[in-house]
């Protein structure tokens, strides 16, 4: 186990500009809610912790981006995945 516990850690961060970029949680249980400013915010999970997490991005023209990440959190030294926006990554239950 690492001697900081905060290396187990897994952050997402958020984004809000409406009808712009829209990066937001459906559903999971942060241990900790970190505001940076008026549109964005991190969120923290411990290892083992699932969530959903919603992209979202439009221009004049409408919709560029629409995706849904279920991502389970990992402990030190598990495999995990890259996923935009969450840090470490984790293991992707579900992409779309």
């Known amino acids: 186990m690492p001697d900081d516990p905060l290396a187990l850690i897994t952050t997402v961060e958020l984004t809000w500009i409406e009808k712009k970029v829209e990066r937001w949680l459906r559903f999971g249980r942060p241990v ?3 505001i940076l400013d008026r549109q ?3 969120l923290s999970f411990v290892p083992g912790s699932v969530f959903a997490f919603v992209r979202w991005a ?3 023209y409408g919709t560029v981006e629409s995706h849904i990440d279920i991502v389970r959190t990992v402990g030190s030294g598990e495999d995990c995945q890259t996923v935009s926006c ?3 990554g984790g293991e992707v239950l579900l992409h779309q």
Do not use: H, L
């Open 32 to 34: 900790a809610d970190t």
């Open 40 to 42: 964005r915010r991190v």
């Open 58 to 60: 439009a221009n004049e």
């Open 86 to 88: 969450v840090q470490p």
